[in-house]
């Protein structure tokens, strides 16, 4: 998949598919919600025919799909309003506590 003329990222079905009959077949992969930045992405679509003297047959296509990816609810960018780069931007648990090191430094400093 790319988006900003970037490869943001890659993915394979972890295990062949033997075809045996012919047919209509669909594979689907879910892109966890969180994890793309807004920007327009393009993906590239590909499989691997095995022929029946066991070569290898790449069949492609550059611009399967495209889609924009929008923040719902201010999800990943919080109150930030302005551009963000980047081609994902995946939703992370953040944790901010007081660092009581910092404290003692700002007394011993007089701040």
């Not at 003329?5 to 966890?32: D, K, Y």
């Not at 393009?42 to 399967?64: C, F, T, Y």
């Given at each position: 998949?790319?988006?900003?003329?970037?490869?943001?990222?890659?993915?394979?079905?972890?295990?062949?598919?033997?075809?045996?009959?012919?047919?209509?077949?669909?594979?689907t992969?879910?892109?966890?919600?969180?994890?793309?930045?807004?920007?327009?992405?393009?993906?590239?679509?590909?499989?691997?025919?095995?022929?029946?003297?066991?070569?290898?047959?790449?069949?492609?296509?550059?611009?399967?799909?495209?889609?924009?990816?929008y923040?719902?609810?201010?999800?990943?960018?919080?109150?930030?309003?302005?551009?963000?780069?980047?081609v994902?931007?995946?939703?992370?648990?953040?944790?901010?506590?007081?660092?009581?090191?910092?404290?003692?430094?700002?007394?011993?400093?007089?701040?």
């Amino acid at each position: 998949m790319f988006a900003r003329g970037v490869l943001a990222f890659r993915a394979l079905e972890p295990q062949e598919f033997e075809v045996t009959t012919p047919g209509s077949f669909t594979s689907t992969l879910r892109v966890p919600g969180g994890l793309l930045a807004e920007t327009v992405y393009s993906v590239k679509a590909a499989i691997n025919v095995r022929l029946p003297d066991g070569a290898h047959r790449p069949i492609a296509d550059q611009n399967a799909l495209t889609f924009r990816v929008y923040d719902v609810a201010d999800a990943s960018r919080g109150s930030w309003r302005g551009k963000m780069p980047g081609v994902v931007a995946p939703r992370l648990d953040w944790t901010t506590a007081p660092d009581r090191s910092g404290q003692r430094r700002a007394e011993k400093l007089g701040v």
